[in-house]
């Protein structure tokens, strides 16, 4: 209990950075809109649902995929080895299927719990010997550029399509895990004293066009975790779940948070599960 404490004092106190920022007055919120209770589909939304429902056939993340698998397989980096050859994501070495429904989970070689893009990251750096300011030098994609590792996340996640979430809430790690991130999305600072909650904690949230999903609950949560990773129609670029996340400190006016940091993984371990038992659908289409 106390270390659990300890290590959400510690995963704050990296948030809380933002209050060295903070001005002395508080510029007004953004007001979030409470939707009707039924909600009611825009225009833009049921466009984009028919759109994406045309795409799903030949779904562009499927490319994505491809071009991890053959990454994975291929000998790498400066101890020239395969990911399919020295890489655990917890279901034996090499071994991909089903391994995403099952992060974050807690890697004794690491000593630390990882979601899935956090491991990769480990396995590149630990076993084929990149180094880790390179990878975190650009992470996430954009329109010119798709990093490795965002290939390998999404060849590994297509790997468990329609299979349950199933984080091991019971190993005390990850529960700790779980409980800190649920106590980050409910911490308030920045400038305009915003949590995750603020705008995904309870049922019914827009801000413009956008429907937020509420987190706190298993079908919100789902919502926040399908079609993870996904391709983004906005720039055409393909983006992981971390992405996704650091793109929410950015909503919230926060500092971004390390790349593969325990912030984010502390982060997703709540949210994911939170959707435990729910069926992940694999790598999908984000508007
Ligand atoms: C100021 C409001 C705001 C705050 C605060 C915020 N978000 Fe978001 N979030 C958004 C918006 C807007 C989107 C949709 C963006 C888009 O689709 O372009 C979004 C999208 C998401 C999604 C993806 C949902 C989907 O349909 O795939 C997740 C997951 C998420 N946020 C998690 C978080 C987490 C975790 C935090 C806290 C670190 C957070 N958000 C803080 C506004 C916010």
Redesign the pocket.
């Known amino acids: 209990m106390k270390q659990r404490v300890t290590g959400a004092l510690c995963a704050l106190a990296v948030m809380g950075s933002a209050f060295a920022q903070t001005p002395a007055k508080k510029p007004a919120a ?1 007001p ?1 809109a409470q939707a009707p209770a039924a909600e009611v589909k825009d225009a833009a939304t049921l466009e984009f649902e028919k759109f994406r429902a045309e795409m799903e056939d030949s779904n562009p993340a499927e490319l994505f995929e491809m071009k991890g698998e053959e990454q994975w397989k291929i000998k790498r980096g400066p101890n020239n080895v395969a990911l399919a050859e020295s890489c655990d994501l917890g279901q034996g070495v090499g071994k991909v299927a089903g391994a995403y429904v099952k992060m974050p989970r807690y890697f004794a070689d690491a000593d630390a719990v990882m979601d899935a893009e956090r491991r990769i990251v480990w396995c590149m750096v630990e076993k084929q010997g990149f180094k880790f300011d390179d990878i975190a030098k650009k992470p996430f994609a954009d329109s010119n550029f798709t990093p490795d590792i965002t290939n390998l996340v999404t060849y590994v996640a297509g790997h468990s399509r329609n299979m349950k979430l199933d984080v091991p809430l019971k190993d005390p790690k990850v529960r700790e895990a779980y409980e800190i991130g649920k106590a ?2 409910a911490y308030r600072a920045g400038p305009y004293d ?3 909650n ?3 904690g309870s049922d019914g949230k827009r ?1 413009r066009m ?1 429907n ?2 509420n ?1 706190s609950t298993p079908q919100g949560a789902i ?2 975790v ?3 990773p996904g391709y983004r129609m ?1 720039g055409g670029v393909m983006l992981t779940h971390q992405w ?2 650091s793109d ?2 950015r ?2 006016r ?1 500092p971004q948070p390390k790349y593969a940091s325990d912030a984010v993984t502390y ?1 997703l371990t709540y ?1 994911i599960g939170t959707a435990n038992g729910l069926e992940y659908k694999g790598p999908g289409i ?2």
């Open positions: 953004r979030v980050m999305a915003f949590s995750c603020t705008c995904h801000i956008q937020l999903p987190i919502q926040g399908q079609g993870w906005t996704r996340m929410c400190f909503q919230q926060f982060l949210m984000k508007r």
